[in-house]
């Protein structure tokens, strides 16, 4: 069973397109977060909810917004895209947001290709 | 401000030689560490943590880490390092003061691991 699983695994799309991922898990997690990975393998944290409210909102352009759903599942819908955007996107889980029980699960990724 | 150091970009080592990759921090208040590891196109995998107690820490797959308060320091270490240890390690921190309890990463050290 994959325990936090994300669609697709691949994304190419055009410049100015509007894209959507999906995240899901099955860990009975409240909390559940959007990560981007660069090319130098830097990691980013984009938003965060807790039982489906946004607790971190970092500073990403407003053409992202993430829609919770439900506790399980984060999804992430990204208008008008642009070369930049190009990255691995990563969903995670963890039990809650605090530090005792904070270690995250973390999907496979998706790999976003804007041309 | 709160921060992380990896200072090496990548990181050496025979088979079944002792491993070490390096980590500071800075933060202000009490640190909660993580390290977690990333194969080739996966996300990353939780491989341990220090909360409070030993100072040092055991994890998966053989490594441990020792948390170090005057050094600000979290180095990840394996005794006999394998080729399958070869990967991403990303070393990140919570400071005990933010009400987010937001996670600070590290910007990764790959571990090469020659037979």
């Known amino acids: 069973d994959t325990a936090v699983s994300q669609t697709p695994k691949y994304l190419v799309t055009q410049m100015g397109n509007d894209k959507s991922i999906k995240c899901e898990q099955n860990l009975g997690h409240d909390t559940m977060y959007w990560y981007k990975q660069d090319s130098k393998k830097f990691l980013k944290i984009m938003f965060s909810?807790?039982?489906?409210?946004?607790?971190i909102n970092e500073t990403v352009p407003n053409r992202f917004s993430p829609k919770s759903p439900d506790k399980a599942h984060l999804n992430l819908h990204i208008n008008s895209l642009e070369l930049g955007d190009s990255a691995v996107y990563f969903c995670?889980?963890?039990?809650?947001?605090?530090?005792?029980?904070?270690?995250?699960?973390f999907g496979n990724g998706t790999r976003l290709t804007v041309t | 401000a709160q921060s992380v150091a990896q200072p090496e970009d990548q990181v050496n080592v025979a088979e079944g030689n002792p491993l070490t990759v390096k980590c500071t921090y800075s933060?202000?208040?009490?640190?909660?560490l993580f390290w977690y590891v990333q194969y080739p196109n996966r996300g990353l995998q939780f491989l341990l943590k220090y909360i409070t107690g030993d100072n040092l820490v055991k994890g998966s797959y053989g490594f441990e880490a020792e948390f170090n308060k005057s050094q600000t320091s979290f180095h990840l270490k394996k005794p006999s390092a394998l080729v399958s240890d070869s990967a991403l390690y990303f070393c990140?921190?919570?400071?005990?003061?933010?009400?987010?309890?937001?996670?600070?990463w590290g910007a990764g050290t790959k571990l090469i691991i020659k037979p």
């Open positions: 933060v202000s208040g009490n640190p909660y």
């Open positions: 995670a889980s963890s039990q809650d947001h605090s530090p005792n029980n904070s270690p995250l699960h």
């Open positions: 990140a921190v919570r400071d005990g003061l933010d009400s987010n309890y937001q996670l600070i």
């Open positions: 909810y807790n039982n489906k409210e946004l607790i």
